[in-house]
Structure formats: structure tokens, C-alpha cells
């Protein structure tokens, strides 16, 4: 049966984590005291789910979480530090602290602490989120206790959510363009002008046109899609912004 430790201090544990090419160790006291902290801990680096939608997620709210108040956030998995760090290098996890909970410790002191060794992976932590502050667990999701790897609450929007009902996620926009174009240019200044990140997706001419035709149904460039909302062009564009 997994635990919630809600109201209680989280686990006393040292981390051993490889930094600069140098062993260093990081205690609980050091990421939690003081701080307001969001911790999300998953079964495995490199597993699906976790590179797919956990951690970039997190990654990308981050900034939000800083404005309402979170110092840091942490991913925990039971993995060793170097597994860790090569996880980070082919993630979007430039906002985030990776901590290799190695031996299970943290996790087991958590309640969290479950056997998949029918996968091969031995014991890992089951997948939940908390929100910490000064060492003290305010609040938990734990993923329900079903066959598989369920996520359903652990997520970034959930614990913003929980965190700040009213604060809004950051747009997802991507352009898809080609190289060359003004209209592209203009599209992207448009969203630049408003502070706006955005994803360039640039395509040559020998895929161009399929692409576009299959996903907005009109082939040329650039088609702006907002939060999977197709606009257009960068006049279709430029009328969104008008309009809102």
C-alpha cells in the first residue's frame, strides 16, 4: 500500500551526484530547507512516458511555478547519477534539478518504494508529484495503484493547478516555415513582438506541401498552430492578435 505523507518531513538522505567530473554529495536539508520546492519522482530515465511528458512538461511550466513562488523543482528516479545526467543532456530539462536517488533511499523513506522486477527493473519508485515547503510535504499525487505505469495526476498541470487555480500555462506555438520566406519572417517577428516562444519547424520543398495540405489543409508557408488551434498565415495571424 503506497503512503501519504502528507504533513510530514520528507526522508534524511544524502545524495551522491557526479558534477564537473567530481563526486558531490547533496543532502535533504540543502534542497529543501527554507525553500518551497515541487518534487516529481518517476520509474526510470529514458522510459517513455517520463522523457515524453513528465519531465518536459515540468520543464516548460517551470517558469510559472517560479512566479507563484517555487525555488526549485526536482526530478527523483531511482537511477544512478551518471544515467541521470546523460537523461538530462537528451531532455528539456534546463530548469530542472535531476537527482539520482541511487540506493532507493529517498524514495523508500517516502513510501514510495515498489518491486517492478518483473520488468527487469527491480525496485523503483512508484510515479507521484509533491509540493514541499521547508522540508515539510504539503501536498501529494500519487498515481493510482493499478497494472502499468498510470499517469493521470502526477503531472505539471495538475500540481500548478493545486498550486495557483488562476495562473496560465505558457502557449504552445509552433510555425511550420520555409527558408526564405517574408510571410515566415513576418509571422515570427508577430510572436516575437508579444514575448511569445514559439517552435520554428522549418520544411524543404519536397515535403512541404504534403505536410502542410495533411495537417491545415492549405500548402503554403507559414501555418501557425496555437495550443492545437491551426491560425494560418502570418495575416491570419496578425488578425488572431487583433481580435484578442
Known amino acids: 500500500m503506497l503512503q501519504n505523507r502528507e504533513g510530514q518531513a520528507v526522508p534524511q538522505v544524502t545524495f551522491r551526484i557526479r558534477q564537473n567530473n567530481e563526486w558531490k554529495s547533496v543532502t535533504t536539508d540543502e534542497l529543501f530547507k527554507g525553500k518551497t520546492v515541487v518534487l516529481f519522482s518517476l520509474p526510470g530515465a529514458f522510459t517513455p512516458t517520463c522523457s515524453s511528458t513528465h519531465l518536459p512538461r515540468y520543464n516548460e511550466l517551470a517558469p510559472v511555478f517560479a512566479k507563484h513562488?517555487?525555488?526549485s523543482i526536482l526530478c527523483v528516479s531511482v537511477n544512478d547519477t551518471f544515467v541521470m545526467?546523460?537523461?538530462a543532456k537528451d531532455q528539456e530539462s534546463a530548469n530542472i534539478v535531476m537527482i539520482p536517488d541511487g540506493n532507493g533511499e529517498f524514495t523508500e523513506g517516502m513510501g514510495m518504494l515498489v518491486?517492478?522486477?518483473d520488468l527487469g527493473f527491480g525496485k523503483r519508485s512508484w510515479r507521484y508529484s509533491m509540493l514541499v515547503?521547508?522540508?515539510k510535504v504539503e501536498k501529494m499525487f500519487i498515481e493510482p495503484e493499478k497494472d502499468g505505469d498510470p499517469f493521470e495526476v502526477s503531472d505539471a498541470d495538475t500540481m500548478l493547478n493545486y498550486l495557483?487555480?488562476?495562473?496560465k500555462a505558457p502557449d504552445q506555438i509552433v510555425v511550420f516555415s520555409k527558408e526564405g520566406c517574408s510571410f515566415c519572417a513576418k509571422a515570427k517577428q508577430l510572436l516575437s513582438d508579444r514575448g511569445l516562444d514559439y517552435i520554428d519547424l522549418p520544411l524543404d520543398h519536397k515535403v512541404r506541401g504534403k505536410v502542410l495540405g495533411a495537417i491545415s489543409g492549405n500548402m503554403t508557408a507559414p501555418q501557425v498552430f496555437i495550443n492545437g488551434r491551426l491560425i494560418g498565415g502570418a495575416e491570419a495571424l496578425e488578425a488572431h492578435f487583433a481580435a484578442a
Not at 495557483?164 to 495562473?167: K, V
Open 85 to 87: 545526467n546523460e537523461w
Open 115 to 117: 518491486d517492478k522486477a
Open 133 to 135: 515547503r521547508d522540508g
Open 164 to 167: 495557483a487555480p488562476t495562473a
Open 69 to 71: 513562488g517555487v525555488d
